[in-house]
C-alpha cells in the first residue's frame, strides 16, 4: 500500500513537472495565396458583417445570434455571438492598417474562457496577395495541460484552412 501510493505520488509530480515545462504561450498560423489585389481582400477581413461569406464558424450553428456594435468596420469594430456549437465570445479589431493587416482582440467566454489575438496579414504579390491568418495567446497551466493530449494546430488550424479557402473564393470570384 505505501509504495503505491509513492509510485502514485512520484507519478504526479512527474506530470506536474512535465506540464510546467510546456509553453506559455500558442500560435496557430496558415498562409495561402489569392488571386485579388490587397485592396479587395482587406474589406472582407476589416469588417465584421463581412464575415458571414467567408468564417467557417459562421455556418457552425443555423441559430448563431450576432450582434454588432461599434464602428461600422475597422478599429473599433466589434462582433459577439453566441450559439450552441460555437459557444459566446467576442472580437473586436484593435489595428487595421488598410491592404496589409487587421489585428483582433478574441474573447472567447464559453464553454472555457480564453483571451487571444487574431492577427490577419495581406501583402502584395504580383497583383494577387499572400494572407496570414494567425492566432496566438497566453497557455495557462490548464491548457498546458490540455496541451499534452490535444494539439491546439489539429484543433483549429484546420477551421483555419477552411476559412483562407472560401476567402479566396471570394476575393476571387465575389461569390
Same mark, same amino acid.
Given at each position: 500500500?505505501?509504495?503505491?501510493?509513492?509510485? &502514485?505520488?512520484?507519478?504526479?509530480? +512527474?506530470?506536474?513537472? %512535465? !506540464?510546467?515545462?510546456?509553453?506559455?504561450?500558442?500560435?496557430?498560423?496558415?498562409?495561402?495565396?489569392?488571386?485579388?489585389?490587397p485592396d479587395r481582400v482587406f474589406p472582407l477581413i476589416q469588417d465584421f458583417h463581412e464575415w458571414t461569406k467567408?468564417?467557417?464558424?459562421?455556418?457552425?450553428?443555423?441559430?448563431?445570434?450576432?450582434t454588432y456594435s461599434g464602428a461600422p468596420a475597422g478599429v473599433g469594430a466589434a462582433?459577439?455571438?453566441?450559439?450552441?456549437?460555437?459557444?459566446?465570445?467576442?472580437?473586436? &479589431?484593435?489595428?487595421?492598417?488598410? +491592404?496589409?493587416?487587421? %489585428? !483582433?482582440?478574441?474573447?472567447?467566454?464559453k464553454p472555457f474562457e480564453a483571451h487571444n489575438t487574431a492577427d490577419f496579414t495581406i501583402t502584395s504579390d504580383g497583383g494577387g496577395s499572400v494572407v496570414t491568418w494567425a492566432m496566438y495567446g497566453p497557455q495557462g497551466f490548464v491548457n498546458k495541460a490540455m496541451s499534452l493530449v490535444m494539439s491546439m494546430d489539429k484543433m483549429v488550424g484546420g477551421q483555419f484552412d477552411e476559412g483562407l479557402a472560401n476567402l479566396k473564393r471570394v476575393s476571387e470570384t465575389g461569390a
Open positions: 500500500m505505501v509504495i503505491a501510493l509513492i509510485v &502514485i505520488a512520484i507519478t504526479v509530480v +512527474a506530470l506536474l513537472i %512535465l !506540464i510546467s515545462t510546456r509553453p506559455n504561450s500558442f500560435r496557430i498560423e496558415r498562409t495561402t495565396r489569392i488571386a485579388a489585389p467567408w468564417s467557417p464558424w459562421e455556418k457552425l450553428d443555423p441559430d448563431l445570434k450576432r462582433y459577439g455571438w453566441e450559439g450552441k456549437n460555437t459557444g459566446s465570445g467576442a472580437m473586436e &479589431i484593435t489595428q487595421a492598417t488598410p +491592404a496589409s493587416r487587421v %489585428l !483582433i482582440k478574441l474573447d472567447f467566454i
